[in-house]
C-alpha cells in the first residue's frame, strides 16, 4: 500500500483545513487507517484512527470534539477534517495503515505510511 497526504498549509488560528490520504492499490478497505502528527522536537503521535469500513473511530484528548477523521473505501481515501485549529495543532501530519483488524493507537502497529503533510497555525 502505497500512501499519499495532502491537503497542509498555512492557516490562522480558529480556521480549518482537510487533509486528504489516497491510497494505492486493491486492499485499501482492509486496513486500519490513521492519521499522526509529528511537531518539531516531538514525538509522532496519533490523532486519530478509523475502522475498516468506517464505523469506529478514535482521537487522541487534544484533538477531541476539533477534529473528524472519515474514509471513502470507493475512492481508497481517508480524511482529516480539523476544525478550530491551535498553534500547538502545528506539525507534520502522516497518515498510515494498518493490517490489524482493530483500531490502535500504537505507532508501530501501523504498517504503511505516507509521507507527510505540513500543518501550519499562526496565532
Known amino acids: 500500500v502505497q500512501l499519499q497526504a495532502s491537503g497542509g498549509g498555512l492557516v490562522q488560528a480558529g480556521g480549518s483545513l482537510r487533509l486528504s490520504c489516497v491510497a494505492s492499490?486493491?486492499?485499501?478497505?482492509?486496513?486500519?487507517m490513521g492519521w499522526f502528527r509529528q511537531a518539531p522536537g516531538k514525538e509522532r503521535e496519533f490523532v486519530a484512527g478509523i475502522s475498516r469500513l468506517g464505523s469506529t473511530t478514535y482521537y487522541a484528548d487534544p484533538v477531541k470534539g476539533r477534529f473528524t477523521i472519515s474514509r471513502d473505501n470507493a475512492k481508497n481515501t481517508v480524511y482529516l477534517q480539523m476544525n478550530s485549529l491551535k498553534p500547538e495543532d502545528t506539525a507534520v501530519y502522516y497518515c498510515a495503515a494498518a493490517q490489524g483488524a482493530v483500531v490502535t493507537t500504537t505507532r508501530s502497529e501501523y504498517d504503511y505510511w505516507g509521507q507527510g503533510t505540513l500543518v501550519t497555525v499562526s496565532s
Open positions: 492499490g486493491r486492499t485499501f478497505s482492509r486496513h486500519v
